[in-house]
């Protein structure tokens, strides 16, 4: 009895360790953080050295707060210019424009795929051309500072909404390929197609004077209400970058005299369903520019969790690194490393800071350590790029080794925070074991308050 007792008793253990082993293989449910979780630590330190709850609409400077967007000081102004319909609008100008500037075609060539202008006088004339395939289209310019903006700032001015109900103004051509010749102002039930298929054909031309402050910088955009998108010169603002349209350049042909040609798609196929020519007025009145890609630098600080009740431990210098994502990746500029701890950037070993920056662990970099009696040096930026697809800096890991194993650090919403961007690359982080709060005293309102989340460093 006592034998089958034992037995029994041995299978049961074994069952139990086998449930035991299979419930941690395939339960997901993570196991409760236990007393010494180092992240678990942290975030009860940090959550008492700001002295409360972090916000609940806190973000860390992760994701973009609302506050208000500064504008170019001068207003644009966009007029039907009316003047010179009858003198220059005529059917020359339109053959013009079929023969040298074909509806589909006109871009293949571009000079740039992507575009804005720069200029020198006060005001330029320029033609807006379409056939009646993009006559619910609304087109317009968007302009900014760039001594104080970026094409991020820019302001919109409409030119004109629903080109086809628009009709006051313009000249309005049809062709006809048996007789051979532009007609002006056939009725609109005359029957039409794209500029360069058979049969009847229909363009218009409305003409406009761009008048704003010549230090700016200008570009055109369409709205196609169809699809509810709007496609720009400068391609950096298309949706995925997409380059839709092209600058042909300056032309002379025909009656198409002294203007730069250049057109715009109002779908998602590369084309020139509006065709736009604009009169320089002067060798120097305006000139193209290619867009360079609008960076968005921040500074990324981080505290590598490694802290006790000391408020010196939250200087939040272990790593400091500038991020700009670009096509493909990200750039990125090492300018600190404040931790004798290993640090390593995207889950990459060969980017473990102190070898990025050539010293021993135990040596911190650029944040006074030696100074204040501590091993430390003094190192130029590290810059560096990193490839994949990231669609926020935030996704960019940055990891420190505790307790045998890599641990992220975070920045998450609501929750305290061992990593903080900040949009300001004359920030300056605190030097070793100097209080991130004492350094910048609005740190704790910010964190429990979300108080100038634009300023809180300033």
Not at 2 to 25: D, E, G, P, W
Not at 220 to 232: E, M
Request: aromatic share 12%.
């Amino acid at each position: 009895m006592k034998r089958i007792s034992k037995l029994t008793l041995l299978m049961l253990a074994t069952a139990a360790l086998i449930c035991s082993c299979v419930k941690a293989q395939f339960d997901p449910t993570p196991d409760p953080p236990t007393p010494d979780d180092p992240v678990e630590i942290y975030k009860s330190s940090f959550k008492k050295y700001v002295g409360g709850e972090i916000s609940s609409s806190q973000v860390w400077g992760f994701y973009n707060n609302i506050s208000a967007t500064t504008r170019a000081a001068d207003p644009a102004t966009v007029t039907v210019n009316t003047s010179d319909y009858s003198s220059e609008l005529t059917k020359n100008y339109f053959s013009t424009i079929q023969e040298y500037f074909k509806e589909g075609e006109a871009c293949v060539d571009a000079t740039y795929r992507s575009y804005e202008f720069n200029r020198e006088l006060e005001s330029n004339r320029v033609d807006i051309i379409y056939s009646n395939i993009t006559t619910d289209d609304v087109v317009g310019i968007y302009y900014y500072d760039p001594a104080t903006e970026t094409v991020a700032d820019a302001a919109k001015v409409e030119m004109v909404s629903d080109l086809k109900t628009n009709t006051s103004y313009y000249m309005q051509y049809s062709w006809y390929s048996s007789g051979s010749e532009w007609v002006a102002n056939m009725p609109a039930d005359a029957g039409y197609k794209p500029w360069t298929e058979w049969g009847a054909q229909r363009l218009h031309v409305r003409r406009f004077t761009i008048t704003m402050n010549p230090s700016y910088r200008y570009g055109f955009y369409v709205y196609n209400p169809t699809t509810g998108k709007t496609y720009y010169s400068n391609k950096y603002l298309n949706e995925n970058e997409a380059e839709l349209g092209g600058l042909i350049g300056y032309q002379n042909v025909g009656y198409v005299e002294d203007s730069y040609v250049f057109g715009l798609s109002d779908d998602d196929r590369p084309g020139c369903e509006i065709l736009f020519a604009m009169s320089r007025s002067g060798s120097e009145a305006v000139s193209p520019e290619k867009p360079e890609p609008k960076l968005e630098w921040k500074r990324i600080i981080c505290e590598d969790l490694n802290v006790t009740n000391n408020d010196t431990d939250f200087d939040f210098n272990d790593i400091v690194l500038d991020v700009a994502l670009v096509d493909g990746g990200a750039q990125c500029v090492l300018q600190a490393a404040g931790a004798t701890l290993k640090i390593r950037i995207n889950r990459n070993d060969e980017l473990e800071v102190h070898k990025m920056f050539g010293v021993d662990q135990k040596v911190m970099v650029n944040t006074d350590a030696e100074k204040h009696g501590m091993s430390g040096a003094t190192k130029d930026p590290v810059k560096f790029k990193l490839e994949g697809s990231f669609s926020s800096i935030n996704d960019i890991a940055i990891e420190v080794f505790r307790n045998n194993r890599w641990i992220e650090m975070t920045a998450p919403p609501a929750d305290a925070a061992s990593k903080i961007a900040v949009d300001d690359m004359n920030f300056e982080w605190p030097y070793e074991r100097q209080s991130i709060k004492k350094k910048y005293p609005d740190f704790p309102v910010y964190a429990t308050k979300n108080a100038k989340p634009d300023s809180w460093w300033k």
